[in-house]
């Protein structure tokens, strides 16, 4: 089971899987999501390594295929945390 985090935790160290997500204006059915692995090393004083890697950018698919992902995603990297990060839609 993941734990869902506030945005503002994502740098408290250990691995969280980062989703960005939004209504595309073209499609009304369908998200367009990012998703991020987001990694750091120490503590907020004090951040001694951090790594990004993308794993999908502006990818349009519906709100369970999202979810799906994120599970697949964070069981393939070992991550128990995800920050879902809803963005406001950009008009069309």
Known sequence: MLEAIPPGDIDLGGATLVVRYRADPEQPDLL???????????????????ELRCILVGQAMTRDAMHARVQVEAKHRGIARVAWIEEPSVAA
């Open 32 to 50: 367009r999501v990012s998703l991020l692995s987001h990694r750091t090393e120490g503590e907020p004083a004090r951040i001694r390594k951090c």
